[in-house]
């Protein structure tokens, strides 16, 4: 195996590993959430089941920016194919790790708040959003690199 390929290797696991992590961290944040305000307010269940699986499309766009640069891992692999992988994978997986922690947080206090008999559902998901916008924001990176580096 060469070093290229090897690089390449370890940013495909950064992707989606990290983002991965990232989405299992922030659902289980708005999961312990859902768990306190079922006691408060059962009614209530399927919008904290909504807020609490925000979190996880995070570890869907790891996943994606891997399918998308899967073309680039051959034998045959550059240097800089390689590094361009590296790359991807530590701004895919660090974005989407980071986003999905505090999206998770953003998603647990709107969960609390209906709980308490606030009406602010549509209102946590629009703050929500806020978040997820920089691991949309890596993926979108993810394919600008797969144009520069080609592969297929």
Known sequence: MTLALLLAFIGVALMV?????GSAIGCSIGGSATVGALKKKEEAF????????LPGTQGLYGFGAFFILKDVLKPEITMFQGMALLGAGLVMGFAGLVSAIYQGKVCADGIAGIASGADVFGKTMILAVFPELYAIVAFAVCFLIKGIIGGA
Not at 46 to 53: F, G, I, N, Q, T
């Open 17 to 21: 590993g990290m983002s991965g992590c």
């Open 46 to 53: 399927a919008s904290y089941l909504v807020l609490s699986a």
